[in-house]
């Protein structure tokens, strides 16, 4: 992303810190170009699950992906500044709201999203949740998850470390409970369609990986 695009979107945001971060988190982290790529030629809304800033969102209006936005996230204060940043863009069809997924998903056909958040969930909820989300993505559709996988690596350790630190300074609500495997989401997720999972390092340290469910026509 270039550097105007990036300074662009972080000056949406209140507070050095949250603008700092931004600018960062746009430059490193491969995620929001994957994401752009895999679903900037379809035409339906998109559920952010896990949106956090909102960050993807902005980044795919920044694309000229202009298709309703939704995003959820459990933390209030990440969702208030969200909508401070959306209010401050002027960007149409982009909503967010504070939303706990174990308690379900509101009625949503589309694509949909997961990022960053499945190693907050029990084995169970996990599933539960994946089911869901795939549920509510149309014939067409993509289901997109960014999530650390659980294997013997040592990016998995630093992976680990990473999501501890992030609670110990109160940047996530949260320490993490259990890291799936690429087998946990081939297993809930082929039913309801084809599933690829590839790795999505970039220029970081953690074990994370881009899985696809794509639901057939």
């Not at 000056?11 to 900037?40: E, S």
């Not at 902005?58 to 959306?86: M, N, T």
């Amino acid at each position: 992303m270039s550097d105007p695009a990036e300074h662009q979107i972080a000056a949406l945001f209140p507070g050095r810190w949250n603008r700092n971060y931004v600018a960062t988190k746009l430059r490193t982290d491969p995620l929001y170009t994957a994401l752009a790529d895999t679903l900037g030629h379809s035409p339906f809304p998109l559920l952010d699950l896990g949106c956090g800033l909102g960050l993807l969102a902005f980044f795919l209006r920044s694309r000229g992906i202009e298709v309703p936005i939704l995003g959820l996230d459990y933390d209030a204060g990440k969702i208030d500044s969200a909508r401070q940043a959306a209010e401050k863009s002027g960007r149409r069809d982009l909503s967010f709201a504070h939303h706990d997924a174990r308690t379900g998903l509101p009625e949503h056909h589309g694509n949909v999203s997961i990022l960053d958040i499945l190693q907050f969930f029990t084995p169970s909820e996990q599933e539960n949740l994946l089911q869901l989300a795939a549920s509510r993505v149309l014939p067409g559709g993509k289901l997109v998850i960014r999530s650390g996988l659980r294997d013997g690596s040592l990016r998995f350790k630093v992976t680990v470390l990473g999501d501890l630190l992030a609670k110990a300074t109160f940047w996530m609500k949260a320490a993490p409970t259990h890291y799936p495997t690429r087998e946990d989401f081939e297993r809930v997720l082929s039913p309801f369609g084809s599933v690829e999972v590839t790795s999505l390092w970039g220029k970081t340290p953690f074990n994370n990986y881009l899985i696809v469910l794509s639901r057939p026509i």
